[in-house]
């Protein structure tokens, strides 16, 4: 009997059709977002958004849509390929601990260092004792930041097998995007179950509170990058209201409270009115 697995309970038939409504939950959380990088600036507080998944998921589609309206002085994003020759003379955190973003900021890792228990595991790149220490090692790493001014969210982009298909073969056609399918995305297609075993201890070992998982149904991905960017807000939103910081409100909830102080206004000028005739009329 197979053991089911994490991955095997997303649902990955969410899905976003409507074009008009995709494009107005974006806008939502694009602004949403804005707004809270303004207030991580004047609070000090740095995020780190991590991104891992399977090839072809939507990582960076998702990612563009995330920075697309944000103030860019204050974001990176960062794409992590395989180490260079003279990154290899250190411990594999040090490349990472170089792209720390400053207080205030926003780092965003495309990959990240969760290859060392993924690639670099399913490849044969490290060792089993090395990948099998990491884990104790980047949970301290990410504690070590998070007990100071940062907060970090790691997504997990998920498609099915026969999607991930789908997806290369259209990249193979399109002169566009051809660029994006490589041989090595093809190899590492054929070790599907040993990546998702890999995936699978991953989030066993390193999903914690102060740094959770959040796994994305990317069939669809309309879907995937509003549920990415709406959690990215709701991640910001809980910190800041564990730490007593007052949130600012969303637009709508703004035109209302406009909406009803203007009616207050207009009930207290009334109200003098009405006052100062019936002081006429004593006289």
Same mark, same amino acid.
């Given at each position: ?6 991955? @095997?309970?997303? @649902? ?272």
């Amino acid at each position: 009997m197979v053991k089911e697995t994490r991955l @095997d309970h997303v @649902d990955l038939t969410k899905t976003m059709k409507n074009k008009k409504k995709y494009e107005k939950k974006l806008r939502k959380y694009q602004l949403r977002l804005l707004t809270l990088q303004h207030v991580l600036v004047a609070r000090g507080i740095a995020v780190i958004f991590v991104f891992e998944g399977w090839d072809a998921a939507g990582k960076g589609g998702a990612i563009k849509r995330a920075v697309a309206n944000l103030d860019p002085r204050g974001v990176r994003v960062s794409s992590i390929a395989a180490p260079a020759p003279h990154e290899k003379r250190y411990h594999y955190l040090q490349r990472f601990w170089r792209k720390i973003p400053q207080y205030g900021q926003i780092a965003i890792f495309d990959r990240s260092w969760y290859g060392r228990v993924l690639v670099e595991r399913v490849e044969g790149f490290a060792k089993e004792e090395e990948w099998q220490r990491a884990y104790d090692e980047i949970n301290c790493f990410e504690k070590l930041l998070t007990d100071d001014h940062y907060i970090i969210e790691k997504f997990w982009l998920h498609i099915s097998n026969d999607e991930q298909l789908k997806r290369f073969r259209e990249r193979q056609a399109n002169p566009l995007k051809r660029w994006k399918i490589t041989e090595e995305d093809w190899r590492n297609r054929a070790k599907w179950k040993d990546y998702q075993i890999a995936a699978e201890e991953m989030f066993a070992k390193t999903d914690n509170s102060f740094a959770p998982w959040h796994i994305i149904p990317a069939n669809s991905k309309w879907y995937a990058r509003v549920a990415v960017i709406r959690q990215m807000v709701r991640a910001i939103e809980n910190e800041l209201t564990k730490r007593e910081v007052a949130l600012p409100l969303y637009p709508d909830k703004m035109k209302k409270t406009q909406t009803t102080k203007g009616k207050d206004d207009q009930a207290d000028a009334s109200a003098g009115k009405q006052e100062e005739t019936s002081a006429e009329r004593s006289h």
